[in-house]
Each structure stands twice: as C-alpha cells, then as structure tokens.
C-alpha cells in the first residue's frame, strides 16, 4: 500500500478484504456483525456498526420474548374469562386479531431498522439507534457500557 501524498488522510484499512461501509452494512446480518465484531480489530466504524448490530437484534429478541409471554397471559386470560361469562367467543377473537395484527408489525419494525442501519453504513454514516448507539459506541471503542 502506497502512503498517502502529505496533506491527505488515508482511508480507513480495509475490513476483511471489504470496503468499510460494505463490512459495515453487511454486519447487519446478525451473525455477519458478531463475527465482524470479534474479528475486525482496527476499524472503528465498522465495529461500531457490527456491535450496534449485535445489541439490535438482542434487544428484538427480548422484545419478541416479552410479548409471547404476554400474548400467552392474555390469551389464558381471556379464554377463561369468556368460558366463565358463557361468551361464543367474541371478545377472544378480537384479542386474537389484535395480537395477530402486532406479530405482524413487530417484525416489520425490524427489519426496516436492521435495513436502515445497513443503507447509513453503506452510506458511510455512523447512524446511532436511540440508547444502543451509545452502547455500541462505548463498546466498539473498547470500554464498557
């Protein structure tokens, strides 16, 4: 690699072979974005991004567990409650629609974030979710959150 001519900042070493923002983006494939994380040691920016990835989707997860725990409360709940009332079952096929219409929102939540965090990677911007940006940063610097 040649130096650069004085005056001129090099570019950042590349990440695996990749373009920056290409490791970058690509990190946001969960997987992808723990082995980048683990692997790539000198590029912050791409760190970043792989963490912000890592903690992303480990926030989802946890969201998503939360609401199948409540899904199943509500869904005991009011299955018992229309059996005791002598319901047909009105009340528990409205719940059933409202919980079906949030299963399928929630995902849709996600992956529009995880494309977001992808594009402003590819983009070479250091895009930050609300809270877990911080965290990522903080972390893919080499401290702790």
């Known amino acids: 690699m040649q130096n650069p001519p004085p005056g001129q900042q090099s570019s950042p070493p590349p990440a695996l072979g990749l373009a920056p923002n ?3 983006a690509l990190s946001y494939i969960w ?8 692997i790539e040691k ?3 920016f791409v760190r970043f ?8 989707g480990v926030t ?4 998503m567990i939360v609401l199948a725990i409540l899904n199943t409360i509500i869904a005991v709940v009011f299955g018992v409650a229309s059996a005791a009332a002598g319901d047909p079952g009105i009340i528990g ?3 059933g629609l409202i919980t079906m219409i949030i299963w399928l929102v929630i995902p849709l939540i996600y992956v529009g974030g995880l494309i977001l965090g992808a594009v402003k990677a590819y983009q070479n911007t250091k895009f930050k979710f609300p809270i877990i940006g911080n965290m990522a940063e903080k972390i893919a610097a080499g401290g702790t959150a």
């Open 60 to 63: 989802w997860t946890v969201v």
């Open 49 to 56: 991004h792989a963490m912000q990835s890592v903690l992303y």
């Open 42 to 44: 000198t590029n912050n």
């Open 31 to 38: 997987i992808v974005g723990l082995i980048l994380f683990f």
């Open 22 to 24: 290409v490791a970058a």
């Open 93 to 95: 096929m409205l719940v």
